[in-house]
């Protein structure tokens, strides 16, 4: 048995999400098909994370496990050769057999994108709020996630019941780069539409609908807030994977996006 570490990024807006389903395009299933064609045997392939339909990924981590060996440079670009032009393999590396991207994992950062003005090249990319948004209230009620807290007002009914919704954010910060405004948590998992329902509710902050103090209450007890504010998936990206010894990697938006985004009206 051979395994790889396999770092891709993606557009997921064609597709159901990461996870392989029966009758619906996934992530996973393009990639096997893919992988099953190069190697011509049955290989594994695992994912750090199960991003939802319309969902993006800008460092998705993958693991790869076939019979076969190859070099991870022939993996690399066998599969790029095979891969539709949304899918995108940014690394391979032969790794121990005992690796799981997911089980190795030990934080996850995601990225939120609001767009402060209407984009025809980046809709598919960003959540554009027509409303004028107070963005400095914004960034100040973000920090009020951080840490640990129970986020049931966050987490989908349809998640486990014996699932604990209790979470660790490491990081949770606002950022404004001209006519975006950033939403980006580091942590060690987070719940099945946490991200985007934190996105939906700071947008009402910014809008003035909700005060700092209706967050925290959110926090202290269930409420259906969250869920009737859900913010599209358009704008929402797997930022980053970490693994043991890894360093925080924080890039410059302008590093990760096309400057389109960031221009200035």
């Known amino acids: 048995m051979h395994k790889y570490k396999i770092t891709l990024e993606y557009d997921g807006t064609s597709y159901r999400g ?31 994370g199960r991003t939802d339909a319309g969902v993006h990924a800008l460092a998705q981590v993958a693991h790869l496990g076939a019979a076969s ?39 996850r950062s995601y990225i939120y994108l609001i767009s402060k003005h209407r984009t025809a090249f980046g809709k598919r990319y960003v959540w554009w709020v027509r409303d004028k948004l107070d963005a400095k209230k914004m960034q100040s009620t973000g920090r009020i996630f951080q840490g640990f807290h129970d986020f049931v007002s966050f987490a989908d009914k349809r998640m486990d019941k014996d699932a604990s919704t209790k979470v660790k954010l490491d990081t949770a910060e606002v ?29 009402e902050v ?43 990697k924080k890039a410059k938006p302008g590093e990760l996006f096309p400057p389109l985004l960031f221009s200035s009206r």
Do not use: C
């Open 69 to 107: 060996g190859m070099s991870p440079r022939k993996i690399l670009e066998g599969l790029n050769d095979l891969l539709p032009s949304n899918i995108n393999i940014l690394d391979v590396e032969e790794v121990s057999v005992s690796f799981h991207a997911r089980h190795y994992a030990i934080a």
């Open 175 to 203: 950022r404004e780069v001209d006519d975006l405004i950033i939403l980006r948590v580091v942590g060690s998992h987070f719940l099945w539409k946490m991200v985007r329902r934190m996105a939906g509710i700071l947008v």
């Open 18 to 48: 990461w996870q392989s389903q029966k009758n619906a395009r996934s992530i996973q299933d393009t990639l096997i098909h893919a992988a099953e064609k190069l190697f011509g045997e049955p290989v594994e392939i695992q994912g750090a």
């Open 206 to 248: 910014g809008r003035g609908n909700l005060t700092p103090q209706d967050v925290e209450a959110m926090l202290e007890q269930a409420s259906h807030l969250p869920a009737e504010h859900t913010a599209p998936p358009s704008g929402l990206f797997l930022e980053h994977v970490f693994y043991e010894g890894d360093a925080e």
